[in-house]
């Protein structure tokens, strides 16, 4: 892959080569990405076009934003009023109480079919018969094609929230491009960067969506924000947070598991060995950084919820959060709550399940015990029971 050639294809396809504020970083980003996937990944012919695609994908999508603000300078002017960012390690619950929140009409989320396709910015009135929203009812139908290990995790639907992840990855600086291949210098590039770019642009991605699509009282989530945890509080200094916890021995191997995955259904080979020591690796330098974040900032804006709780009662662990931010959660709002976790509870079990062993990813549960005590020893909430 040619990193020119990728900005070309683009921008011949967008009619435009203005890609907005801080383009020097996401070039800075791309030409590391574009260079591991290269040197590192050992991509097939499949793969480096998959890989590719994904590209060109992004460029595209960053350029039409551009000319929106270009023809509509006032959506700088938007005013977010409040966001409520979910964090916590993958497979902590965080993507079910993503859903649950998701249900109160009051608050703001970011919903799959508009992440993925930001432009034009969605209407209220029209939003129902959106092109974007239709056309990713029709995909949903599809997915008794998606591995069996990613269809029994993940609750989805068109109009359900996503993960901030598309929006972090128009600067490419987010750690979701790091599992789409074997990418071990990007990875390490990744860690250490800086996500300032990443959060600023982010941020103008969500006035672009709430400026004709009220309200803007965002609820927003992804784990992958603990990486760059103090750029998004630069960017977002009123935010407050929600963490959910689970014992991290469930949580590494089943990471690495969806990571090998998602790896194998993008290019066809995955080295589950390498998904594990990745996993491993990763998500306990997010986990220190968030820590050293949280002790330094004070706990007045985090509220933890432990997995086994939501799990047991999901609305009462969601009235609690109500509590703490000093929201009414409405009868309403609770019974759509609860409607949906039976009905995503049961698609769950009929999916057939997520089985899998930590050895399979060189994985072993006494080790990441000991490695991750420090985590169990700060929140204890996290242990098991």
Not at 52 to 63: E, V
Not at 341 to 347: K, L, R, V
């Amino acid at each position: 892959m040619d990193v020119g050639t990728l900005l070309a294809t683009a921008q011949d396809q967008a009619g435009s080569d203005d890609y907005g504020p801080d383009a020097d970083a996401m070039h800075e980003a791309l030409d590391v990405l574009v260079r591991s996937a290269n040197e590192d990944a050992s991509l097939s012919d499949r793969g480096e076009m998959v890989f590719a695609g994904m590209i060109g994908s992004l460029l595209t999508r960053r350029l039409q934003i551009e000319q929106c603000y270009a023809a509509n300078p006032e959506i700088a002017d938007q005013s977010i009023e409040s966001v409520l960012f979910g964090l916590g390690l993958p497979r902590t619950g965080s993507t079910a109480l993503s859903y649950l929140l998701a249900q109160d009409p009051a608050v703001r989320n970011l919903r799959q079919w508009e992440a993925s396709q930001p432009t034009p910015p969605p209407e209220l009135a029209t939003e129902a018969t959106d092109p974007r929203f239709l056309a990713a009812q029709e995909m949903m139908r599809g997915l008794g094609d998606m591995p069996a290990e990613l269809k029994s995790m993940l609750p989805s639907s068109p109009d359900g929230p996503s993960e901030c992840l598309e929006l972090l990855n128009l600067t490419f600086r987010c750690s979701q491009l790091d599992v789409v291949a074997q990418t071990p210098s990007f990875g390490a590039w990744l860690m250490y960067c800086d996500y300032g770019p990443a959060y600023r642009y982010h941020e103008r991605v969500v006035k672009l969506l709430q400026w004709h699509r009220p309200p803007n009282r965002w609820r927003l989530k992804s784990p992958a924000h603990i990486f760059g945890i103090d750029d998004l509080d630069a960017v977002y200094p009123e935010s407050k947070f929600v963490i959910t916890h689970r014992d991290v021995t469930k949580v590494i191997p089943s990471v690495a598991s969806v990571e090998t995955a998602v790896v194998r259904m993008y290019t066809g080979t995955a080295d589950p060995l390498y998904f594990g020591r990745h996993c491993e690796e990763t998500w306990d330098i997010g986990l220190r950084r968030f820590i050293a974040f949280r002790d330094r900032v004070g706990e007045d804006r985090f509220y933890d919820i432990a997995f086994d709780d939501l799990q047991a009662d999901p609305v009462g662990s969601v009235r609690g959060l109500y509590e703490w931010l000093g929201e009414e959660l409405t009868a309403e709002t609770g019974a759509a709550m609860q409607s949906w976790w039976d009905e995503s509870q049961s698609d769950r079990e009929s999916s057939g399940g997520h089985h899998y062993t930590p050895e399979e990813f060189g994985l072993d549960a006494d080790e990441l015990r000991e490695r991750f005590a420090y985590y169990g020893e700060r929140f204890p909430i996290a242990r098991p029971a």
